[in-house]
C-alpha cells in the first residue's frame, strides 16, 4: 500500500483493573492494560513499533517504553489535559497512514484516588503558577471554578438552568447502572443532584467527575493487519484537533468550547454528519462539559443544549443519542485524563461487545458510526475521533 494511503484501524482496547485499586502503581496499571488490549486484538507484541503516553514519570513515554519492554521507532507524549488521547489516536493514524509505523499503542494507567487516601498527594494537585498561569494562580483561580464560571456564563447568555445540567449526571448514573464494572450504579435524580453540597457555584458534587484508579490502552494497526485480528476492525474515519487558550481572558467566548474546531475539522475529514452519529462518548469532568460539548460538535443549535440533554435523550434505553454509555467520568471512573476510556468504550460499542449498556439500532443491530471528543485543561485543548465499522 503507497505511504499516506494505509487505512488505520483499532483492533484492540481494554481497561485494567479500575475503580478502587489499592496496593498498586500507575505502571503496573499500563501493563495490564496494554497486556490485555494486545490479547483483545491478538496480535504479538512484537509488532508494536509505536508507543504513545502521557501523564506518568519523568520521561514518559520513554519510562512506559521500558517498563512494557517495547523499543518503538515511533513515539508520542503530547500531553493536553483529557484530550490528550484523542490528539494522540489522531497522531499515531497519521502515522500509521504514512507508512512511519505499522501498529501504535496507546495506553495510560493512574491511581489518582490510591494515592490521595495513601497521602501521597492532595486533592487539590496544582497546575503550578508560571508563565500564563502566574496572572491567575494568586487569586485563586481553581481548575474546577474556571469551569464553574464558564457554565455560568451559558446559563446567562442562554436561559440553561441548574436543572438541565443535572440532567447530564442524571442519565449518566442511568447509564452506569447498566456498566458492572461503574464505580456509582445506584439511581440519582435531580434533586439529589441539586441538594448536594455545593463545590463552586452552580456545581454541586454530584455535577463534578469521581475520583478513581484505573487504566486502559488502544491498540491502532494498519488495514493489512487486520485479517491477522481476533476481533473486527473499526476504523478511524477522520480526526480533530485544536488548542484554544489557557489564560481564561484569552478565551474568547466561555460558551464556545474547543470541540467546535476539532469537531469540524473530524466529521468533515470523516465525509460524515453529526446527525448520522449513533453515540457519542465525551469527556465529563462536568456536567457542562457535555451540554456544551454537545453544542460545539453540532447535534444541537448553539444555546440549545440545555433542552437537547432532557428527557432522556443521552440514557442508553430510550435514548434519540446515547452519550457515555459507560457512565462517563460522572459515574463509571476518572483516573485523570480519561480521554483514552472514550475510545475503549466506543469501540466495544461499535463492536456489539458492551453486554446490558449496548446501544442497538432498531433491527437489533450495533451502531456503524460513533464519536469521541476529549476536552483538556479549562476548555483549553479539543481533540474528536470519528470511528465506523
Known sequence: MPPGNRKVAITGVALSDCG?????????????????????????????????????????????????????????????????????AAHAADAIAAGHANAVLLVYGSTARADIKAGRRTGTLSF????????????????????????????????TTVEQLAQVAVQARANAALNPDAMFRDPITVDDVLSGPMIADPFTKL???IRSDGGAAVLLAAE??????????????????????????????????????????????????????ELAEIYDAFTYMTLVT????????????????????????????????????????????????????AVRQLRGEAGARQVRRRDGSAPGLAVASGTGGWFCSSGTVVLGR
Request: glycine share 14%; proline share 5%.
Open 20 to 88: 478502587r485499586v489499592d496496593g498498586t502503581t500507575p505502571y503496573a496499571l499500563h501493563a495490564q492494560a496494554a497486556r490485555r488490549a494486545l490479547a483483545d486484538a491478538g496480535l504479538e507484541r512484537d509488532l508494536v513499533d509505536g508507543l504513545a503516553s502521557a501523564g506518568t514519570g519523568t520521561l514518559a513515554p520513554a519510562e512506559i517504553a521500558e517498563y512494557l519492554g517495547l523499543r518503538p521507532t515511533w513515539v508520542d507524549s503530547t500531553a493536553v489535559g483529557g484530550s490528550t488521547w484523542e490528539v494522540m
Open 128 to 159: 503550578g503558577a508560571r508563565g500564563p498561569l502566574q496572572f491567575e494562580a494568586p487569586y485563586g483561580h481553581t481548575l474546577i471554578a474556571k469551569y464553574a464560571m464558564a457554565a455560568r456564563r451559558h446559563m446567562i447568555e442562554h436561559g
Open 207 to 209: 455535577h463534578c467527575c
Open 224 to 277: 493489512e493487519y487486520v485479517r491477522d485480528c481476533r476481533t473486527d476492525p473499526v476504523w478511524v474515519l477522520g480526526t480533530g484537533e485544536y488548542v484554544s487558550h489557557v489564560s481564561m481572558s484569552e478565551w474568547p467566548d466561555f460558551t464556545v468550547s474547543p470541540a467546535a474546531v476539532s469537531g469540524r475539522l473530524a466529521f468533515e475529514r470523516a465525509g460524515v454528519r453529526p446527525e448520522e452519529i
Open 294 to 345: 454537545l453544542e460545539d460538535l453540532g447535534f444541537c443549535a448553539k444555546g440549545e443544549g440545555g433542552a437537547f440533554v432532557e428527557k432522556g435523550r443521552l440514557q442508553v434505553e430510550g435514548g434519540d443519542l446515547p452519550v457515555n454509555t459507560d457512565g462517563g467520568g460522572l459515574s463509571a471512573q476518572h483516573p485523570g485524563m480519561r480521554g483514552l476510556f472514550l475510545l475503549v468504550e
